[in-house]
């Protein structure tokens, strides 16, 4: 069978800042979003600690990243913590298992989207990718992105040897958290050194290479609902998506023309890449409208 030709493409345009403020916020909308959640969600946790927040007669939101109660009725648990816990061989409360199948739910439809969108640590990793950029520093070493599913696999055994949550005792997340929320422990010193880290050692080293539990939710990415379309024939390979990705490994074109969007579970839908390509071939869209372009060739099987 004669092969399909692949379709005429524009010439190569990168991507140029707006001029207007309004162009500006545009372009910043998600980044805003983000930080508008992240915040947010602290504030939340911070309000209904100190102050009381309440909302019909509930507190608003209590507990902490790894467990926590909206309103006083919808449990929320993270399930990386509770499969820990349950490696560690505790018995837990119905309420507990129900608040991790409740967000295995909600990550299983939005993806890994904690580590772009909740994650307060991300808020440190992205200044430090911002100012490396700017003072054009390398790596001193390279790391496999895998290595951060080595790091789950060992927080979980360790997590059995040693009858606890292995990870959220030495979490720089949960460190970060205690000392926000409760002006306690060492989660600025633990932040300093992630911002250090990714700052002059590794490009993205703790999000990228090393945090377990985005590696955890990046297998429940897998198989998300909501994707970040692509359109293969208006893309001009500018590589503008790619400069900007925290997994820039996750936009192969190649692969991702073949389904008409992205597929790779480590995405974290922090929609970077949506604003700044020059040809609007990325945006967010239901897997089931995400589909390959007209005329893009397809795999073919033998006869």
């Known amino acids: 069978m004669s092969a399909v030709p692949e379709p005429a493409r524009k010439g190569v345009r990168l991507y140029t800042p707006p001029a207007t403020l309004g162009g500006r916020l545009r372009d910043a909308r ?9 915040l947010g969600v602290l504030l939340l946790f911070f309000g209904t600690l100190h102050w009381g927040w309440q909302l019909a007669g509930a507190p608003v939101l209590r507990g902490n990243l790894s467990a926590s109660e909206f309103l006083g009725i919808v449990p929320m648990a993270d399930p990386f913590a509770v499969l820990q816990q349950l490696v560690s061989g505790h018995a837990l409360h119905t309420t507990v298992l129900l608040g991790a199948i409740i967000l295995l739910v909600f990550y299983a439809v939005a993806g890994r ?19 490396r950029s700017k003072l054009d520093l390398s790596n001193l070493f390279r790391l496999p992105r895998g290595t951060r599913y080595w790091v ?28 926000v929320i409760y002006g306690v422990g060492m989660g600025l010193s633990a932040a300093l050194g992630i911002f250090i880290l990714d700052l002059l050692v590794l490009k ?54 073949e389904s008409g969007m992205v597929t790779a579970g480590a995405c974290t839908n922090c929609a970077r890449c949506i604003p700044i390509c020059p040809e609007d071939s990325l945006n967010f869209a239901w897997r089931w409208n995400a589909h390959p372009s007209q005329g893009v060739p397809q795999p073919r099987t033998q006869p």
Request: charged share 15%; aromatic share 10%.
């Open 204 to 257: 993205h080293g703790w999000c990228g290479h090393l945090c377990p539990l985005g590696a955890f939710y990046g297998l429940l990415g897998k198989a998300a609902l909501l994707r970040v379309r692509f359109d293969d024939r208006s893309c001009t390979r500018c590589g503008e998506c790619a400069r900007v990705c925290p997994e820039p490994q996750v936009l192969n074109l190649k692969k991702a023309a």
């Open 113 to 131: 989207v904690f580590c772009s969108w909740v994650c307060p640590m991300n808020m440190v990793t992205d200044l430090a990718g911002w100012l």
């Open 152 to 179: 789950m696999g060992v927080a979980l055994v360790l997590s059995a040897l040693m009858g606890v949550a292995a990870f959220e005792w030495v979490s720089p997340i949960s460190m970060l958290y205690r000392e």
């Open 30 to 38: 998600y980044l805003i979003l983000r930080r508008t959640t992240q």
